[in-house]
């Protein structure tokens, strides 16, 4: 890793913490939008990019801890202390039973697996009305104000969100670089000569899961407090079809690209959408670009075609151009 | 002298088609031993539930003494059981350097810690460089394994095994596809492999092969022939019929 790197995140998070200085509050919400879209994807980032786990069943974390958060908040009455550490051991614990399953199987079988299994929650939280209010969905959350500061105007709510997104990119970037995290890509490329070394596949993967979960939990956690209202669309198959095409989209397997296809779909569905009513097509245009031009993922094809126009230029002099393509 | 491997009434099917037959197999401890016959023997077959990624129809193996029917591959690595495969099998984006720090890390127990840097642990990276040392392929530390030749690729899969210390090497062809000069060299590598470690070896290449080994398997349709020492073996009329005559 080159140097230059942590410098470029110290400049991104000082530009992203002065947003609300300077932008409207559409764009400080927008902002906030694709930062939960960020932690959410990166999550899913871990299964697909890092495990080779291709799972379409992801919303089942961020939909099933909002939910366990809203119910508890306006059924039982718990305080916002205590509501949203539980949401997050319920998606843990979710995370725990539905790995346990999906990885019965790897490759088609285990994305038809999550996706099964979210639809079954999905299905719960459109038919058990006495418990979520089936189509209505629940409404009337507020949001908490942790050591007296309210996050009820949006300024406060972004950086809220912004803290807990670093606070969740680290932790993932450290994940992955560590010795897990490189048991787990070796899983990934040649799980057979993994295990012939020693190391257990099967519970590599389950564990990944169960931290991806986790981080999913705390996604839907931020999400319903943004919305301060949850619908079963969040555990829909379109929300786990979103997150996976920001993490292909902007790159599987790298920390940048999750957030980079996060910011992208956000920006289409929220944004474009207004002035555009067939938005949707659009978002095929893009991902078709994508696939075309930069099938790796849009950070290691920029970096790739970034790295080409340098050697290109330098092409007297060749030995410098591996170190400026980096 | 204590058993390092006990294969007993080994069976395993392929749709009816038996490709271990009741297989019996005694290796002592600190043995070289050969295993040979001709393609569709069931040589492979019988290395992969050694090693535990078949499981077989029925029969049981001992490593060391201990029961290892029924335990998963990684298990079975843990108690001091490497392989090398014969259609090779590494991480190839990886640098030769991290498919050896992959190696060392499948038995410590750091290989389940989630918070530190593999990046920063320089005593493993270190450990690694050493091993590669040993195969000669030192220079070649920070090279990916795409980058580098098929030859040099069969000489990490060696460096791969031994980098576990193993107390049972399973070495599935070590030599196919290998040039003369290529040969020499991991012949020496193997040659080289401390005695305390039990080593079995399929290969077709019989000159390095015989002398490697001092005892001899000879299967044929999953079922083993002829076994004894090299001598014997080789003067066997049934050798001959199933495979060196040929």
């Known amino acids: ?31 906030s939008q694709m930062m939960i879209a960020a932690i959410f994807a990166a999550s899913l980032n871990l299964l697909v990019g890092y495990g080779g786990l291709t799972s379409l069943g992801h919303a089942s974390f961020l939909g ?49 697996l999550s996706l099964a299994l979210s639809q079954v929650l999905w299905g719960l939280a459109y038919r058990w009305v006495a418990v979520t209010d089936g189509d209505n969905g629940l409404r009337g959350l507020t949001r908490p104000a942790p050591f007296g500061l309210s996050l009820e105007n949006s300024a406060a709510f972004y950086w809220f969100a912004l803290l807990v997104m670093v606070v969740a990119l680290i932790a993932m970037a450290r994940f992955v670089s560590s010795p897990f995290g490189a048991a787990l890509r070796g899983s990934r490329d040649q799980p057979r000569r993994m295990a012939a070394l020693g190391f257990d596949v099967w519970m590599i993967r389950w564990l990944t899961f169960v931290y991806a979960g986790f981080w999913g939990g705390v996604a839907g956690v931020v999400f319903v407090y943004y919305h301060k209202y949850i619908h079963p669309t969040s555990l829909s198959l379109q929300t786990s079809a979103e997150a996976l095409l920001a993490v292909i989209a902007g790159g599987a397997g790298t920390v940048a690209g999750p957030i980079v296809g996060a910011v992208i779909v956000v920006f289409l569905k929220n944004y474009v959408s207004a002035y555009v009513v067939r938005w949707n097509m659009l978002l095929g245009f893009v991902f078709l670009f994508i696939v075309l031009v930069v099938p790796e993922g849009l950070v290691p094809g920029l970096r790739r075609l970034a790295g080409a126009v340098v050697r290109g230029r330098s092409r007297p002099a060749p030995a410098g151009s591996q170190e400026a393509g980096r | 002298m204590s058993e390092a491997l006990r294969v007993e ?78 259609i090779i099998t590494l991480f190839n984006r990886d640098t030769l350097e991290h498919n ?47 980058e580098i030749s098929y030859g040099e690729r069969r000489r990490v899969e060696i460096a791969m095994a031994i980098a576990q210390k193993p107390r049972l090497l399973l070495l599935d062809e070590p030599l196919a596809g290998l040039s003369r000069e290529e040969r020499m060299t991991v012949r020496r590598l193997i040659a080289g492999i401390p005695r305390e470690v039990t080593l079995i070896m399929i290969e077709h290449d019989m000159d390095t092969a015989l002398e490697l080994a001092e005892n001899m398997t000879v299967l044929h349709y999953g079922r083993v022939i002829v076994e004894g020492t090299r001598a014997e073996v080789v003067a066997d009329p049934r050798t001959r019929e199933v495979y060196l005559g040929e």
């Open chain 1, 1 to 31: 890793m080159s140097p230059v790197r942590p410098a470029v995140w110290v400049v991104l998070a000082a530009v992203a913490a002065s947003i609300p200085a300077w932008a409207g509050e559409f764009y400080v919400n927008l902002a």
């Open chain 1, 64 to 112: 099933g801890s909002a939910y366990l958060l809203a119910w508890l908040f306006l059924r039982e009455g718990a305080p916002h202390a205590l509501a949203a550490p539980a949401a997050i051991v319920g998606a843990t614990l979710l995370a725990a039973v539905f790995g346990w399953i999906a990885l019965r199987a790897t490759g088609l079988g285990f994305l038809m």
């Open chain 2, 100 to 146: 050896l720090v992959l190696s060392l890390l499948g038995l410590r127990r750091e290989r389940w810690n989630p918070f530190a840097s593999l990046g920063r642990d320089r005593t493993m990276r270190a450990e690694a460089r050493r091993v590669l040392a040993q195969v000669g392929l030192e220079e070649l530390a920070d090279r990916r394994i795409a």
């Open chain 2, 9 to 86: 009434r080994l069976h395993k099917a392929f749709g009816g088609l038996p490709a271990t037959n009741d297989v019996n197999l005694v290796v002592q401890a600190g043995e070289r031993r050969l295993i040979i016959g001709p393609n569709g023997a069931g040589k492979t077959t019988l290395f992969n539930q050694i090693a535990g990624d078949l499981r077989p129809d029925s029969g049981s193996i001992r490593v060391f003494g201990e029961d290892v029917t029924r335990l998963p591959t990684h298990r079975r690595a843990q108690l001091g059981l490497a392989r090398t495969f014969q």
